[in-house]
């Protein structure tokens, strides 16, 4: 069966691209060796937290950073597209009732108890935002992932009034519950009851409440409004270590949405390789348990991810690979010095590793000439951002995966 | 000033440091162990692991291997629990006269380490990822050796036979008396307070910096810190401890300890034990070396790497430490410089620390006029009573009647809160790394990528930390750890490494932290 688009990766870009050209009646496929970066990450969309100092409007400050980072995948949009991205995915997702927009971030908790702004955050997290002010308890559930009183304590020694409280909720036999599990249990009434009892009488006048990002998978939006409306005030999650409770439900929602449209989706299959012929890949080749599998399509979307999801490699000699079709790379800042310097929080002569592109996100050759005319490339293997330090990677991910299709979209017209 | 009074004040807490404390404590003289910063935290935490047969050293250096077998059995009778027997092999690979395998044969009938030819293909049926083109191949009684299990079981010892052990505690000055050396003074690192400790005999275990602490008493030693590197492998490549058969050379032994395996060293002489680089060359001589023992190496993902300073004592100048002997060296600065009161113990190996402290504590005795004999070869240190090896499922086998019982904090290396939570309030310590000493927290394949952010919470309970010494023991942690591994990240590693950068750097955003 031959597909309009192949998508290769199935985090947050290649999701985007996917669903927006399946909803343009597309035929689609997804092909993933597993789920991607949505279990890691929470579901925040960061579009632009960091430039240097805390950025407080993406919308204002994007042109400025555009222009200060040449190869920076963000040179390749207007400030208008990420607007129409952002637009659209809050109006697919009406399950995570996304609130914001790139006009302001919204400053959320980190579970150390640092700031960090997003664009866009679920109903769930929107009451930490810390720029309202007011009082905060921190409530732990004995979940290893989540140190509410260290939190606080960091929040408290920048001025914001925090408080922690350790609950004892009841596991069962279990003890070594992690975040997915204390989420299924949240799904369970008699679990939510334990808990609001175990606060009662505990809470301050005023005081909003966060728990760890547990609070529930596919009932979350219903376990996080009874929790606001039995304690009587604004409930909030703190997203922490993978995996992400919130970032499955991003990823349930998408893939959910994706299926009504008509694409599909296969999971575990490793795209190796591809066929190519005259300046176009013809078809893609992926393995999975003692066999391997041929996709052909139109065109194709590369969203493998970077370094973290193997979609680029650094081998032992310090060759730097893109995995499939062994793409040009730019980025590197080792400038025949080491690859990695001494002290840790510095940025790293690799980190803005990835593919270059076109206008239209097609990896391009060494002369910038489009390497294939039907390969698109979107999310974390491109080259240029530091997403991890800018906070931007799911603002990356979703407006160059929605371009992704754009470009295929226009360029079918 | 506080004052402290001792018979026997031991500088240093590396392995023959604490050799001696625990020595001279169990002759029943009053003993003070002073270390400038955690136990085992120089040399002996950083070595790669290997309870010498001596087969390495049978024929360049007959001396030590006749020392390192000896103590071999000694240590397995009484550090059991350190020791898994994982037996060693002697191979013969392509790049390998064949014909050195006679006189390396030969070397260890004269030293008198057991030693067995036997056939390529039984070496093969043991050890299936060896290089097939071996040549030849002897097995001999190398193990492997934990020596944070040893320095703590020792240290643990010591104290049972009365002696005090002041971690972070550096020496600052020796104090003389005239021709005499009657104590030291020192400064905890942690409080800033001074101390001063009066010693009828001060032991010099200083290690690779004994150099430094002898010329505090206007003393001449001639140490001569050689950079060993080594890189831990995430699997056993080998389960048996393998050997290249030749003289002794860089890269040419994989030890299989716990569940990595490090391949060593190199040995570069340095001006300063203290500023130990990794450089890439280095790194892939180990990784060249590595293909020649297991051909694939450079495809298996390293850990870490890591460089440790051995403490070669040479009476002269010399260019080159391979030269040097791995023998200890005992001086007596009475008889030597007629400096009454010191004795400095260098020289030697992990190996063969209890042997060094022996002679060490008589050389004490002789100085304060006593004769008691060491026992230090006969009774076992704790842990090590029953007579029973470690094994690579210990842990496991522990932990597994109760499975889910406990949460893991480090999954890694399986430690459950409450022995991370029984650790903090014994060391009551505000530095992780002191715990990963104890522990191994932050040790495994992640190397510390989900249990930094947890025990530095845990810590901040435990400790009442306030936020910003909590943030301090976190940051100063992830910086430990990414000391060793920016050296070897690639493939697998590099994924982890930028795993852990997104959970540090983008949803803790630890950067941004006060300390």
Redesign the interface.
């Given at each position: 069966m031959t597909h309009d688009t192949v998508v290769i990766g199935a985090g947050l870009a290649g999701l985007a691209a996917a669903l927006r050209l399946a909803e343009e009646g597309r035929r689609v496929l997804v092909v993933a060796k597993g789920v991607g970066s949505t279990h890691?990450?929470?579901a925040t969309i960061d579009v632009l937290g960091f430039d240097g100092e805390a950025v407080e409007s993406p919308a204002q400050a994007l042109p400025q950073f555009a222009a200060a980072h040449p190869g920076h995948p963000y040179e390749r949009l207007s400030v208008e597209l990420i607007a129409a991205s952002i637009d659209w995915f809050k109006s697919r997702l009406p399950l995570s009732g996304y609130r914001g927009g790139l006009e302001e971030n919204v400053v959320l908790p980190?579970?150390?108890?640092?700031?960090?702004p997003s664009a866009l955050v679920p109903e769930t997290m929107v009451g930490g935002d810390l720029r309202a002010g007011g009082r905060f308890l921190f409530v732990g559930l004995g979940l290893?992932?989540?140190?509410p009183?260290?939190l606080a304590?960091?929040l408290?020694?920048?001025g914001v009034q925090a408080r922690a409280i350790e609950l004892a909720p009841p596991l069962g036999?279990?003890?070594?519950v992690g975040s997915v599990g204390f989420a299924r249990r949240f799904e369970q009434p008699a679990f939510r009851e334990a808990i609001v009892r175990e606060l009662a009488g505990r809470l301050e006048p005023e005081e909003r409440v966060g728990f760890p990002a547990v609070l529930g998978i596919r009932q979350a939006a219903e376990v996080w409004r009874e929790l606001e409306t039995r304690l009587e005030r604004p409930v909030f999650e703190v997203?922490?270590?993978?995996p992400s409770v919130s970032g499955i439900r991003l990823f349930e929602e998408m893939t959910a949405a994706l299926r009504r449209a008509g694409g599909r989706i296969v999971i575990g299959q490793t795209v190796v390789g591809a066929e190519t012929a005259n300046g176009r890949v013809e078809a893609v080749v992926a393995e999975a348990a003692a066999r391997t599998g041929t996709f052909r399509a139109r065109s194709f979307v590369l969203a493998s991810g970077?370094?973290?999801?193997?979609g680029v490699?650094?081998?032992?000699?310090?060759k730097i690979r893109e995995a499939i079709f062994d793409l040009a790379l730019a980025g590197a800042a080792t400038n025949g010095g080491?690859?990695?310097?001494?002290?840790?929080?510095e940025e790293q002569p690799l980190d803005r590793v990835g593919v270059p592109v076109d206008d239209r996100l097609r990896p391009t050759d060494a002369e910038g000439r489009p390497r294939y005319e039907n390969l698109h490339a979107a999310g974390a293997t491109l080259a240029g951002a530091v997403?991890?330090?800018e906070?931007s990677?799911n603002g990356l991910s979703l407006a160059t995966g929605y371009a992704a299709a754009g470009a295929i979209l226009e360029g079918d017209s | 000033v506080a004052a402290l009074e001792a018979e026997v004040l031991v500088i240093g807490g590396g392995s023959t440091g604490v050799g001696v404390a625990r020595d001279a404590a169990m002759r029943g003289l009053k003993t003070v162990l002073v270390e400038r910063k955690d136990l085992a935290d120089g040399t002996t935490g950083r070595y790669h692991g290997l309870l010498h047969s001596g087969g390495r050293y049978a024929v360049k250096d007959p001396e030590a291997a006749r020392e390192c077998i000896v103590e071999n059995v000694i240590l397995r009778r009484i550090a059991s629990d350190c020791i898994e027997d994982t037996g060693g092999l002697f191979v013969s690979t392509p790049w390998d006269d064949p014909a050195f395998g006679d006189v390396f044969r030969e070397g260890c009938r004269a030293t008198g380490v057991p030693v067995e030819e036997i056939p390529v293909a039984e070496a093969l049926r043991r050890e299936p990822r060896l290089n097939p083109e071996i040549s030849r191949a002897f097995s001999v009684p190398d193990a492997a050796l934990d020596p944070w299990k040893l320095v703590w079981g020792c240290a643990r010892s010591a104290q049972e036979h009365g002696a005090q052990i002041l971690l972070y505690h550096r020496v600052v000055g020796l104090e003389r008396d005239g021709q005499r050396v009657s104590g030291a003074a020192i400064r905890n690192d942690l409080t800033g307070e001074d101390l001063r400790i009066h010693a009828d005999v001060v032991v010099n275990a200083a290690g690779a910096w004994a150099g430094q602490i002898a010329e505090l008493a206007g003393c001449r030693v001639n140490v001569l810190p050689g950079k060993g590197i080594m890189i831990a492998m995430n699997h056993r490549l080998v389960n048996t401890v393998v050997n290249r058969c030749k003289m002794p050379a860089d890269g040419d032994i994989l030890v299989p300890i716990r569940t990595v395996s490090v391949i060593g060293t190199t040995d570069v002489r340095v001006a300063d034990p203290d500023d130990l680089e990794v450089t890439q060359s280095e790194i892939d001589e180990m990784l060249d070396e590595g293909e020649k023992l297991v051909p694939g190496f450079r495809e298996a993902r390293a850990l870490r790497a890591w460089a440790g300073a051995r403490p070669l004592f040479s009476p002269e100048e010399v260019a080159d430490t391979r030269e040097v002997s791995r023998s200890h060296a005992l001086l007596d600065h009475r008889e030597r410089d007629g400096v009454e009161g010191l004795v400095t113990i260098t020289g030697g190996k992990t190996t063969t620390f209890r042997l060094m402290a022996e002679v060490a504590v008589d050389a004490a005795c002789a100085q304060l006029g006593v004769e008691r004999a060491c026992r230090t070869h006969e009774e076992p240190l704790p842990d090590s009573e029953d007579g029973h090896f470690y094994s690579l499922g210990s842990r496991l086998h522990a932990r597994e009647p109760v499975p889910q019982s406990e949460e893991l904090i480090c999954e890694c290396e399986l430690i459950t809160r409450h022995r991370l939570e029984e650790a903090m309030e014994r060391r009551h310590t505000a530095n992780l790394d002191d715990l990963r000493r104890t522990l191994r927290l932050g040790m495994g394949p992640c190397q510390g990528g989900f249990c930094s952010y947890r025990a530095a919470g845990i810590l901040h309970a435990v400790e009442r930390l306030d936020h910003r010494a909590a943030n301090a023991a976190l940051l100063s942690f992830l910086q430990e750890r990414w000391k060793g591994v920016h050296p070897i990240l690639y493939g697998d590693q590099m994924r982890q490494a930028r795993l852990d950068d997104w959970i540090f750097q983008g949803l803790l955003r630890v950067q941004h932290l006060p300390t």
């Open positions: 890691l990450a929470p980190t579970a150390v108890g640092a700031a960090k290893k992932d989540f140190y009183a260290y304590g960091n408290a020694g920048s036999r279990e003890t070594d997203a922490t270590l993978p970077g370094f973290a999801a193997g490699e650094l081998n032992s000699y310090g080491p690859r990695f310097l001494p002290t840790y929080l997403p991890w330090r906070a990677g | -």
